[in-house]
Each structure stands twice: as C-alpha cells, then as structure tokens.
C-alpha cells in the first residue's frame, strides 16, 4: 500500500461561494457556543499541578494523528510517519486498534471522503469526515478523539447533514465515534436519525447569524 506523508501545519480550508466570497466554516461558527465541558478540565489540570496547554497540545497532535489514520484507511493508503514525534505516533496505535474493533463487524462502504463543500443559501462551508453506506444505510460518520460526546458535536453533524451535498444522498442516520487517545477513557458510538436533528440544525444557523453580525460589526469598528 502506498505511503503519504502529510502536512500536518497545512493552513485551515478556506470556504467560498462561487463568486469568491469568503463564508464561514462550520467548526468556526461553532466556537461561537461556550464550551462548559473544558472548565471542569482545566480546573482539574490546575489542581494536579499540571501545565494547562502542554497537556491539550499533546493531546490534540494525537487526535490529529488519530484522525488522518482513519481517513487514510478509507482513502486507501497509510501515513508515512518520519515527520511524526514517535511517542504521539506509538499513543495513536491504541486508538485505532478500538477503531478496528469497531469496523470489524461492519460492512463500510465509502462514498465520501473529507470533501470540502458549501450551503450558499446559508452562507457556510464544512468538510464532512465520511459519507458512506454502513451495513447498507446511507449513513453520515464523524470521528472524535475527546473525552467525551457534547451537546455541539450533534450541532455540527446538524451542519454536516445540510450541506446539498450530502442532503442529496439522503442519509438516513449518523453515527458520532469517539475514539479514546487513551486507556482510560472509554470507545463511545452514538447513533441519530437525521429527522432527529433539526433543532439542532436551527442552533447552528443562530451561531451563523451571530458570526455574521459580530464580523459586521467588527468591521464597523466597534469591536
């Protein structure tokens, strides 16, 4: 199988309509949202005496790796690791032996794979980890490797699910896999029904509205 080596400091995917306007990116327009579950964390990083960034840094780099794993695996390549730190590439092997585990009893067959695509109507850009057919079910999946599934993860599928694209391949369920980067956090899968995320659809066009208005703002110069 052929070996890529990737660009891991390669800058974010800028989105734009056809006439070249920038747009919003989905992950961007999430930010927006408070984060509730990182308070408690670095709370607990604090009180153990430990560095707050170093921790997150290290863990992201894993993540990372972690994902680009998976999705070379359904492009059909591996990921010449030279330009990756051996301990983070050795701590990634843990998770994507639970990766396996999970695949194993599934017949995926990929569709899509990490396009980027837009919504004009609704001004915003995203870039979906995988549209595939899961044991024959058009199904939309997206990887994680947090602690933890959140209130704005099925925010973002929300987003996903509504770009044209996708929307055209009538997906029937999504699927949210959080894949731990350790030991001692534990495999999640957590599978919706796309009619069960409109709500959180309307969430994600708020926080689209208020980027919109923020960025107006700022360019007002009153921010």
């Given at each position: 199988?052929?070996?890529?080596?990737?660009?891991?400091?390669?800058?974010?995917?800028?989105?734009?309509?056809?006439?070249?306007?920038?747009?919003?990116?989905?992950?961007?327009?999430?930010?927006?949202?408070?984060?509730?579950?990182?308070?408690?964390?670095?709370?607990?990083?604090?009180?153990?005496?430990?560095?707050?960034?170093?921790?997150?840094?290290?863990?992201?780099?894993?993540?990372?790796?972690?994902?680009?794993?998976?999705?070379?695996?359904?492009?059909?390549?591996?990921?010449?690791?030279?330009?990756?730190?051996?301990?983070?590439?050795?701590?990634?092997?843990?998770?994507?032996?639970?990766?396996?585990?999970?695949?194993?009893?599934?017949?995926?067959?990929?569709?899509?794979?990490?396009?980027?695509?837009?919504?004009?109507?609704?001004?915003?850009?995203?870039?979906?980890?995988?549209?595939?057919?899961?044991?024959?079910?058009?199904?939309?999946?997206?990887?994680?490797?947090?602690?933890?599934?959140?209130?704005?993860?099925?925010?973002?599928?929300?987003?996903?699910?509504?770009?044209?694209?996708?929307k055209a391949k009538k997906a029937i369920k999504a699927i949210i896999l959080n894949i731990p980067k350790s030991q001692d956090n534990n495999f999640q899968m957590k599978q919706v029904s796309v009619d069960s995320l409109k709500d959180e659809f309307e969430i994600f066009?708020?926080?689209?509205?208020?980027?919109?208005?923020?960025?107006?703002?700022?360019?007002?110069?009153?921010?």
């Amino acid at each position: 199988m052929e070996k890529i080596k990737i660009d891991f400091n390669k800058p974010h995917i800028t989105y734009k309509l056809p006439d070249g306007t920038p747009i919003v990116g989905v992950t961007t327009a999430l930010s927006i949202l408070n984060k509730p579950a990182l308070v408690p964390w670095a709370y607990k990083r604090g009180r153990e005496g430990l560095s707050l960034y170093e921790s997150r840094d290290k863990a992201a780099d894993i993540g990372t790796i972690v994902h680009a794993r998976i999705m070379a695996h359904f492009k059909g390549f591996e990921i010449d690791n030279s330009n990756i730190a051996p301990d983070c590439w050795q701590a990634s092997e843990e998770s994507m032996k639970s990766f396996y585990e999970w695949e194993k009893n599934r017949k995926i067959e990929p569709i899509i794979i990490e396009e980027p695509m837009i919504n004009k109507k609704y001004r915003y850009g995203g870039t979906p980890d995988l549209f595939a057919y899961v044991d024959g079910e058009p199904t939309l999946l997206d990887f994680k490797t947090g602690s933890g599934l959140y209130d704005e993860h099925f925010i973002q599928l929300a987003a996903y699910l509504n770009l044209p694209k996708i929307k055209a391949k009538k997906a029937i369920k999504a699927i949210i896999l959080n894949i731990p980067k350790s030991q001692d956090n534990n495999f999640q899968m957590k599978q919706v029904s796309v009619d069960s995320l409109k709500d959180e659809f309307e969430i994600f066009l708020c926080c689209v509205k208020i980027y919109y208005l923020q960025k107006q703002i700022k360019e007002k110069g009153k921010l």
